[in-house]
């Protein structure tokens, strides 16, 4: 399950590398991290995590471990919703994402890594 961590901290990284260059991917990089930082968290708790990319899902998931999990969710309903659908459209669509929706995500990515620290250590 190391393996999530490492992926989601390289998604991670490109999120950050990205934001210079190609705000869109910026989207893409924080939702994938994301989603990996959910299930490796998941699956150290679990010993599995839904088979899904769906973020809600996800974090529904996580609110059974965590009561954080509903809270951070409601918290960023809707920047989570616009990670979800730069999942699709930054690969296959070439939609295009503002500066400050790159920074946002950035900021949801760095919060969600705050709140759920204790398993990420």
């Known amino acids: ?3 999530l ?6 998604f991670e990284e ?4 990205a934001l210079k260059e190609k705000p869109r991917f910026v989207l893409f990089f924080a939702e994938q ?7 490796y968290i998941l699956a150290k708790e679990l ?13 529904e998931e996580l609110s059974k471990i965590s009561e954080e999990a509903r809270d951070f969710y409601e918290r960023f309903a809707d920047y989570i919703d616009l990670l979800e659908e730069a999942y699709i459209t930054a690969r296959y669509l070439g939609k295009e994402y ?17 709140v759920f620290k204790r398993w990420l250590l």
């Open 1 to 3: 399950m190391e393996f």
């Open 5 to 10: 961590k490492e992926n989601a901290e390289y």
């Open 14 to 17: 490109k999120a950050i590398e």
């Open 33 to 39: 991290a994301i989603q990996l930082y959910i299930k």
């Open 47 to 59: 010993d599995d995590y839904p088979k899904t990319h769906r973020l809600k899902v996800l974090f």
């Open 98 to 114: 503002s500066m400050k929706s790159a920074e946002n995500a950035l900021k949801v990515l760095k919060e969600f890594k705050e």
